[in-house]
């Protein structure tokens, strides 16, 4: 009861004027940085963190700049699918996910289907966020800390598990991929010991490592728009698509379809947005394979189904709220975003750490009603917008292609403010065009990226701790179990191939 | 006579603008365009969030011509950042905020080629201090009950740092060299990233400066024991110094920017009086007490000379402790 009276008079809050306002303003930026590819929540917050100051002034208390910042998250969160389904560049890497069904599905004709779709489950990956966080901070921050170097570590090897042993790819080919992914994600400066690795020809550019989304955007950008230039060669690709109110709501009365996508989205997402360290990314790359791998159909993931678009984008979501739990709980961040957020909260004069609840209710309650309120404005302005994305999708690929391609070059040149990072994005591409013609699967390369960097320097650290013994990850209560899932899944597909090879021999 | 009167005002005209001009040339420097400002570590750290209280606190009494963009470099305990502003391309607009990675990187690394003394001292705008952490359930409430426990546990003793040869690793070097210690080393990515294992007690002790641990101070989860600074600090006047317990050591970390190596002087200067002016600011001074940060500003030779002392300090406990030759 004590919860729920905090909660509405924080809605109040969040509904002055002001408060509203400011949602809105930021659910619209935030849509904007999302969609626009390789900018994503970390650049659009930082950007606008010094902007936060005259907000602060006029209003004199921390919470109206924190609730414009946080719409900004959230409205990233939505914005990133944008781009994803309607040029099938990842608008953001917590969207890279989406890519992977709502890009085809959009191919189909149905983009009105696939932005719907994600936005919906946005909305409602949010919504059983924010009422997981409501009720359950503070106990959910005590798990949150149970969970040391092992512990991630082992939760890193279920993902990878989940992308291995989802069965119908060819799996020898996507340990090739994830094993690519490993080596691109060891390039640069070593965090345990501080020495250089695999620096290529001394090329500093390699010092600060193959960005994440210069593989993204080189696979999804370049080596897709390369990929439709050659199988169009004959023809043009013109998606065909209907810009109506009507077909929107058709999709939104379809929606129940996506239903179990969202709901593995919504949760998965949430937990993984907890942990220190994970954040959205990995979030929603895990609930993509496991709704896979739990999915009656999981040979239509990946031409268009439209679980596969719900479980990514309730994720991220759902992510994001949940990396406010650390940071507001606890004063450590639970993604990249939050900790810029952090430094803002520092900023404004508030002390993040595990007193701020009893301390500055006034600021932990209005904040938390506008995470409620954020999402209602960021599902109602995304689907306002919807008939002006599709129009993106009219365009001839002739103009389209070259849009894709300078996208993708400004995209990669604003994450990392380096012509260095432009130009291996093109190769990627390429050498993305021509493995794909050999039939090995990207995403899983795209995972390891974004995974390796989290589960490297935590299995090294297990190790450390453990003298170098492997049996750090057995005998730990919550690692244990986690880690045997974890092999059970990349052994299953073998144990497929036997059986099939055992009923072979009966049936000749 | 016209000729004369003409060199009369031919002088006074010249002595005019000289006198206009003297005082314009020195602070000449004026941003042409967003200043590069380099963070050597990762984003949330006490280096990531001081650099953007100074960025807030520029913005806010709207001290530069130009923004202040925050680029954070983390790679490398720093090596990163050094090789970026040791290649700059336009070393007037590209400034960095240092740790004491400043000093130990070049040395541990000496093929980076960098030399810290190239580098344009801005100015320091404090020193970090440093505290010895346990968990409220650990038992330990003293230094002396911390070295009987820590010695009896041997390597069970677990310190969390931030990266390898960094400040906390040379403090958790000391303790084991000069007290027979064999404390576990275990580096992680960042300050607020060992408080949180300290806090779930996946470690046993932590290091951490007062502003990563704070929060966890304020709520009794975490204890200090001993602080590496010459005299107590305002903010805990409980807790001894490591030199009241018998310790000859003391530590700090400089707080400092500098500005890329090639910067011209007058753009030093620009900077310097920039930084002075965050540093005399109420915002500035008001972190620095509530973070219980030391020092005083600090700039041109005098900076130059405190880098240089902190040098041979720095190689001195590295070379102590086997990590160069």
């Given amino acids: ?508 | 006579m016209s000729i004369r009167k003409r060199t009369l005002f031919t002088m006074i005209g010249a002595a005019v603008l000289a006198a206009v001009s003297l005082p314009t040339s020195v602070a000449a420097f004026e941003p042409t365009k967003p200043i590069d400002f380099v963070i050597m570590a990762g984003k949330g750290g006490g280096a990531d969030k001081m650099a953007r209280l100074m960025q807030s606190i520029i913005e806010q009494e709207d001290l530069s011509a130009r923004p202040v963009v925050p680029t954070n470099k983390p790679g490398g305990s720093g090596a990163e950042a050094l090789v970026h502003l040791n290649g700059a391309s336009d070393p007037d607009h590209t400034i960095m905020v240092t740790l004491n990675s400043f000093f130990t990187t070049p040395l541990r690394q000496p093929g980076l080629d960098v030399d810290i003394m190239e580098f344009a001292p801005v100015g320091r705008m404090a020193e970090d201090t440093f505290l010895l952490w346990v968990h409220k359930d650990e038992g330990v409430s003293s230094f002396d009950e911390f070295l009987a426990v820590a010695k009896e546990r041997g390597d069970g003793w677990v310190m969390g740092g931030t990266g390898k040869n960094s400040e906390d690793n040379i403090i958790t070097d000391f303790l084991n060299s000069n007290y027979g210690l064999s404390i576990k080393y275990i580096p992680y990515a960042g300050g607020g990233e060992v408080a949180k294992q300290l806090v779930g007690q996946q470690i046993t002790s932590s290091v951490n400066n007062p502003s990563e641990a704070l929060g966890f101070f304020e709520s009794g989860d975490l204890i200090p024991l001993v602080a590496f600074t010459d005299e107590r600090l305002p903010m805990f006047p409980d807790v001894p110094t490591l030199k009241e317990s018998g310790g000859d050591f003391s530590y700090f970390m400089q707080r400092a920017v500098v500005g890329a190596p090639g910067m011209s002087d007058e753009a030093a200067t620009y900077y310097s009086d920039l930084f002075t002016k965050v540093y005399e600011s109420d915002a500035w001074q008001e972190y620095k007490s509530s973070k219980s940060l030391m020092g005083d500003f600090m700039a041109g030779d005098d900076l130059k000379a405190y880098w240089d002392t902190q040098r041979a300090r720095h190689e001195d406990i590295l070379k102590a402790s086997g990590a160069i030759n």
């Fill in chain 1, 1 to 508: 009861m004590d919860i729920l009276t905090s909660l509405m008079g924080g809605f109040l809050v969040a509904l002055e004027p002001l408060n509203l306002g400011l949602a809105v303003l930021g659910v619209v930026v935030g849509l904007f940085v999302g969609a626009m590819p390789g900018l994503g929540s970390v650049n659009g917050v930082a950007i606008l963190l010094p902007f936060t100051f005259v907000i602060q002034s006029m209003t004199g208390s921390a919470t109206s700049p924190m609730i414009f910042l946080a719409a900004i998250y959230y409205g990233a969160m939505y914005g990133g699918a944008i781009s994803s389904i309607t040029l099938g560049i990842p608008g953001a890497s917590t969207a890279v996910a989406t890519t992977f069904d709502g890009r085809p599905l959009a191919l189909k004709g149905q983009a009105d289907r696939a932005l719907v779709t994600a936005a919906v489950a946005s909305f409602i990956g949010g919504t059983i966020a924010n009422v997981l966080f409501t009720a359950f901070a503070p106990p959910l921050a005590s798990v949150a800390l149970k969970f040391g170097d092992p512990e991630i570590f082992a939760l890193m090897l279920l993902a990878f598990a989940t992308f291995v042993g989802l069965g119908g790819d060819d799996i020898p080919k996507t340990i090739f991929s994830i094993c690519i992914g490993l080596v691109l994600a060891t390039v640069g400066f070593d965090i345990v010991s501080g020495e250089p690795r695999l620096i290529f020809f001394d090329i500093t550019g390699f010092s600060h490592g193959v960005r994440f989304l210069v593989l993204a955007i080189g696979v999804y950008g370049i080596g897709e728009m390369i990929w439709t230039v050659n199988s169009s060669r004959y023809g043009s690709t013109m998606s065909e698509v209907n810009v109506s109110f009507s077909r929107v709501l058709a999709s939104i009365r379809k929606f129940h379809e996506a239903w179990k996508g969202t709901l593995i989205g919504s949760f998965l997402g949430f937990f993984v947005g907890i942990l220190p360290a994970a954040g959205a990314t990995p979030g929603s790359l895990m609930s993509y394979g496991v709704a896979k791998m739990t999915s009656r159909n999981p040979e239509e993931y990946g031409k268009g189904s439209v679980d596969g678009i719900a479980a990514p984008e309730a994720a991220n979501n759902a992510a994001s709220t949940g990396a406010m739990l650390p940071m507001m709980t606890l004063g450590i961040p639970g993604s990249p975003t939050t900790a810029v957020l952090l430094a803002g909260m520092v900023i404004w004069g508030l002390q993040p750490g595990p007193l701020l609840f009893t301390t500055q209710p006034d600021f932990v309650w209005p904040l938390i009603g506008s995470f409620y309120v954020s999402n209602i404005v960021a599902l109602l302005v995304n689907l306002a917008f919807i008939p002006l994305f599709l129009w993106m999708l009219r365009m001839p690929f002739t103009i389209l292609a070259p849009l894709i391609f300078v996208l993708s070059l400004v995209g990669t040149f604003a994450a990392y403010q380096n012509m260095f990072d432009v130009w291996l994005m093109v190769l990627v591409g390429i050498a993305a065009f021509f493995l794909r013609l050999l039939d090995y699967p990207l995403a899983p390369a795209v995972l390891a990226i974004v995974l390796g960097p989290i589960a490297e320097p935590k299995l090294r650290q297990s190790l450390l701790f453990s003298d170098g013994d492997f049996s750090i990850f057995f005998t730990r209560p919550i690692a244990g179990p986690i880690t045997i899932i974890a092999i059970i899944l990349i052994l299953l597909p073998m144990f497929r191939l036997i059986r099939r090879k055992i009923r072979g021999n009966i049936t000749t």
